[in-house]
């Protein structure tokens, strides 16, 4: 089985600064990073050090996944390149926590196909196998439409990816969860200063608690994609076998406040809204309401638009 690519997207939060989500498709895999808005004055060279990170994560892992490594040994040799690569290009040594680039992920990848389900023999005088051991569906057909695919799913932060099946829909990660807190939080800086909520994140009011909780990551159970290898062994991962035919969609936080943030949608009408409409006319949809909203008043939000990346794909 493959992991074919039906859509992709990948919109920078505002045209004239750089896109700092990235993303990879390859035969059996897919990936997402998100980079974090930078807190402070480049380290690096370019314009953008989230968007460095997320788009040296993406090309290495890809090609660690390309040279056959599992999703894990690819995470941690990609993990280990960006250590590498960051202290030989870094202008200063980290002071602070904030500093340091990092990127939100979603990993997706096929690993074994499963057997098709199987029957207990009832054939008298079956000598094939004995009465109490089970045996495949008979004909191919059976089997080749019945089989699984095991699924892996690796990430960090708030980057998910919904799954339907057969009509039912699954969701994998924390978007939900995160943008709704970082709302709340929004909402409250906003009345505290009394500023409109998306206002920028780089503001005096905003910035220094920011950077408090960035300081918070790489500890404790606030592990990203960063120039640290040992985030390797924090990546959050879930298993999940899919039948030919089943639709995955990937993103970063910015393309799921559709459903997160607006209530535009729920996940399934997300998901047939990337299938029916495709991924381009729903980040129209998504820019056209932040620009109805682009105080934040409606929505509370930091930034008036984010980086939104998507990846639509199927198990065939």
């Not at 999703?71 to 990609?78: E, S, T, V």
């Not at 098709?116 to 051991?133: F, H, I, W």
């Not at 999940?240 to 009408?269: C, E, N, R």
Request: hydrophobic share 40%.
């Amino acid at each position: 089985m493959s992991l074919t690519l039906l859509d992709q997207l990948s919109l920078p939060g505002d045209p004239a600064k750089p896109n700092e989500d990235a993303l990879a498709h390859l035969d059996r895999a897919a990936l997402v990073l998100d980079g974090a808005t930078p807190l402070g004055p480049s380290l690096l060279p370019g314009t953008s050090d989230a968007a460095w990170i997320a788009q040296f994560g993406a090309r290495r892992l890809a090609a660690h996944l390309t040279d056959g490594d599992a999703p894990q040994d690819a995470l941690r040799h990609a993990l280990a390149d960006a250590e590498k690569s960051f202290a030989g290009l870094t202008r200063e040594p980290i002071r602070e926590k904030w500093q340091t680039p990092c990127a939100s992920m979603m990993l997706v990848s096929l690993g074994r196909d499963l057997s098709p389900p199987r029957v207990r023999s009832t054939l008298a005088g079956d000598r094939g196998s004995r009465p109490s051991e089970p045996s495949p569906v008979a004909g191919s057909r059976a089997s080749e439409g019945q089989r699984g695919q095991e699924v892996q799913f690796l990430w960090f932060g708030d980057c998910a990816a919904i799954v339907e099946q057969n009509g039912k829909i699954e969701a994998v990660g924390e978007t939900l969860e995160k943008r709704e807190a970082e709302a709340a939080r929004a909402r409250m800086v906003a009345q505290m200063a009394g500023m409109s909520a998306a206002s920028g994140i780089n503001r005096p009011q905003i910035e220094p608690l920011l950077r408090a909780a960035r300081n918070r990551i790489n500890s404790g159970r606030n592990w990203l994609f960063s120039p640290d290898a040992r985030a390797a062994g924090h990546a959050s991962r879930h298993m999940m076998s899919l039948q030919a035919g089943a639709t995955v969609l990937i993103a970063s936080d910015g393309f799921l406040a559709l459903v997160s943030d607006y209530g535009a949608y729920d996940m399934q009408g997300l998901i047939a809204g990337a299938k029916d409409k495709g991924l381009a006319a729903l980040g129209r949809q998504l820019r056209e309401i932040e620009d109805a909203d682009p105080l934040g008043e409606t929505f509370p939000r930091f930034k008036k638009s984010d980086d939104a990346t998507a990846l639509l794909l199927r198990i065939a």
